[in-house]
């Protein structure tokens, strides 16, 4: 190659680079939490998405927020969907912090790099309209080509403009990025911005979403959401083990950087909650490396029915020796009939690791069909006990939790109650499980009801019996004499 076609073939690269920065979007692979953030779109008119920092969350809110405007939704989406252009607000606490933070992953710049944000640049029309911020290139408004032939719009607000700002027109979504403050702690008129913004989508019939890490502690946008009064809010949280992108270098050098106060919400995003949680010890003290399972090892299922929630199964193995529990396997799922449960707990059970069920299995469908048990039984959980999961020597019937919480908690600080590092959902439950009042807040604890009903019933756990294979027996020796 000569000299002169060194130019020549950088600026080919440079192209090449430009060309795979402007598809971003097109790019985007969401995390497994990342997705169920976006597919709990469909259900429910406002999501919260507290999180650790630097795991993606900014990065979700963006991607969702440009397949609105564009109308060019992936294949695998399965949440909110708008067939016709839409007007969208996306909040930053301040300008700086829109332009460098929203506006920037969005966009990617106003200048050259305009379109290399999620947003494509095909799609830009025009140039973004800025406004008079006492700082450079603050957008005010951008207009996005829709799928349909029509024409989106973004508008980029700021909570420092007050409450009032956040009245008027009808959009279809919302992103709020970080939680509305006007200080160092939010007050009354910075929640009024949030509950401004949640009253505009009721006409639109849209979506809002809020992305922050909870630094504040349990505040009223928190509690809005821990605390959910309707149908159709939903919270999901997300720690630095779920950022596989963060090097454990990165983590350590992040975590230094933090006082000790914050550590748990910037990299767990865990607030303050109420008079304090429930699982008081490390969620390292407890996390264990996934290893199979020795045949002496006693095992039992256990499983919450979803008759208004998710439903959830976990299964926990038992070292009886050293009188050791360890939880395996799980998981949680909404929406999902008798026939999908009883399925995915025969693969689960092997057809032979017993499951423990609530009182509640005794009660029949909304249609008032069969007995929520049966279904799950004649549907392939047919390792299901005999009776509801209680205590040793009680009747049945409702259990008090209390007993079961004060076991594992004890069992936690003492070194024998281990979770695999596997069960993601579990842990989301365990770092927000709480007391209000003196009380326990039974909201988001489906995994940990079915852990509590294992726990109940290990008495009846069973080890795995080796089959022996039939004895061979050798034909006699055919001796011979000559």
């Not at 971003?24 to 650790?52: C, I, T, V």
């Amino acid at each position: 190659m000569s000299g002169k076609d060194t130019p020549e073939l950088e600026k080919l690269l440079a192209d090449a680079a430009r060309a795979l920065k402007v598809r971003k979007l097109y790019r985007y692979q969401p995390y497994p939490w990342q997705k169920e953030f976006h597919d709990a779109g469909a259900s429910n008119r406002e999501r919260m998405l507290m999180a650790a920092n630097r795991v993606g969350k900014t990065e979700s809110a963006a991607a969702e927020v440009a397949y609105h405007l564009t109308g060019e939704y992936p294949e695998w989406w399965q949440g909110k969907r708008f067939d016709e252009p839409v007007l969208v607000w996306i909040g930053s606490v301040t300008n700086e912090a829109s332009r460098d933070i929203c506006q920037k992953t969005l966009l990617g710049g106003t200048g050259e790099d305009l379109g290399t944000g999620y947003i494509p640049k095909h799609l830009i029309i025009g140039k973004p309209q800025t406004r008079q911020a006492g700082i450079s290139d603050v957008v005010d408004l951008v207009k996005v080509r829709h799928k349909s032939g029509g024409v989106s719009s973004a508008v980029f607000k700021t909570y420092d403009q007050g409450w009032r700002k956040w009245q008027g027109t009808a959009p279809h979504v919302v992103w709020m990025d970080e939680e509305p403050s006007s200080g160092s702690v939010p007050n009354k008129d910075d929640y009024r911005i949030f509950t401004e913004a949640e009253t505009r989508i009721l006409t639109s019939k849209g979506v809002l979403f809020v992305t922050f890490t909870p630094l504040n502690g349990e505040t009223d946008l928190v509690r809005h959401f821990v605390y959910p009064s309707a149908r159709g809010i939903w919270m999901k949280t997300a720690t630095w083990e779920d950022a596989p992108h963060l090097s454990e270098e990165d983590k350590e050098q992040l975590r230094a950087s933090y006082p000790s106060y914050e550590v748990d919400a910037r990299t767990k995003g865990v607030p303050t909650l109420g008079e304090g949680r429930v699982f008081t010890v490390s969620e390292d003290e407890i996390k264990c490396a996934p290893f199979e399972i020795p045949r002496h090892f006693a095992q039992i299922i256990g499983i919450d029915f979803g008759i208004d929630h998710p439903a959830a199964a976990v299964r926990m193995a038992w070292e009886r020796d050293g009188d050791k529990l360890y939880l395996v396997e799980g998981y949680r799922i909404a929406n999902k009939t008798a026939d999908y449960h009883g399925l995915r707990l025969k693969k689960m059970s092997q057809d032979w690791i017993p499951i423990a069920w609530p009182h509640d299995g005794m009660n029949r469908d909304k249609g008032g069909g069969a007995i929520l048990k049966d279904q799950y039984f004649r549907e392939g959980a047919t390792t299901m006990l005999s009776m509801s999961a209680r205590y040793e020597n009680d009747k049945g019937g409702p259990q008090p939790q209390e007993p079961v919480i004060t076991e594992i908690l004890e069992r936690m600080n003492t070194g024998r109650f281990f979770v695999f590092s596997t069960l993601t959902e579990w842990f989301e439950e365990f770092r927000s499980y709480h007391r209000k009042d003196g009380k326990l807040i039974a909201v988001r604890d489906d995994m940990l009801k079915a852990s509590f009903y294992a726990v109940m019933m290990r008495r009846f756990a069973q080890v795995h019996a080796v089959r022996q294979a039939p004895r061979q027996v050798s034909a006699p020796l055919s001796m011979r004499v000559a």
